[in-house]
């Protein structure tokens, strides 16, 4: 028998109950007091509204990071990489087997999308630098997980600085994502993880486009 999944109402819906999930696992992880207040982590765009509940959960910090998709040259929506910040590009090899594709094949475009995400992050950080993350607990949290490319990406990136304990933490995420996830955190928590995944937004009844506008409000309301 196939098993039901529910969805969530919207991204705010599901924020709260992934707050709870988180509080719940920082009261029961010795390791993640010791490190102090908690540095909240949203990918941009969908991210940050849920990220927002969650900081707000928790007592936490709540910043950006902000990370890129490389897509398929012929179909740009499905992802073949991802670049975090200033880190290196992460390639999904198995992808690139599949399309007949190279690392250098994707030149072009790994380039266009380091200039976007230099733009997204004066856009949301002005002069301030990426956040710092060393020696403390950080919770890396976006709406979903469908491959899981562009948060590896993301994790590597905040692995690499040497944070006391990384969370990553999703509403809803595909098994696979989930499992290839787990060496790189110390934890991965998710409310759903549905068997078929086809996109983040049929696990959503409302599932709107953010735009650069919406992570301001987030990132505004949040530090007033």
Known sequence: MRASYRTFADRATAGGELA?????HLAGTPEAPRAGR?????LPRGGLPIAAAVAGAVGGDLDVLIVRKIGSPRHPEFGVGAIAEDGPAEFDHDALDYLGLTPADLAVIVKRERAELRRRARRYRGERPAPPVAGRTVVLVDDGLATG???RAAVRWLRARG???LILAIPVCSPQARDALAG???AVLYLEAPDPFWSVGQWYDS?????DDDVDRCLTH???
């Open 20 to 24: 709870d999930l988180v509080v719940r």
């Open 38 to 42: 908690p540095l909240v982590l949203g």
């Open 149 to 151: 490319v562009t948060a």
């Open 163 to 165: 944070p006391r304990w």
């Open 184 to 186: 790189d955190t110390d």
């Open 207 to 211: 599932f709107e486009q953010l735009t």
């Open 222 to 224: 949040r530090a007033h």
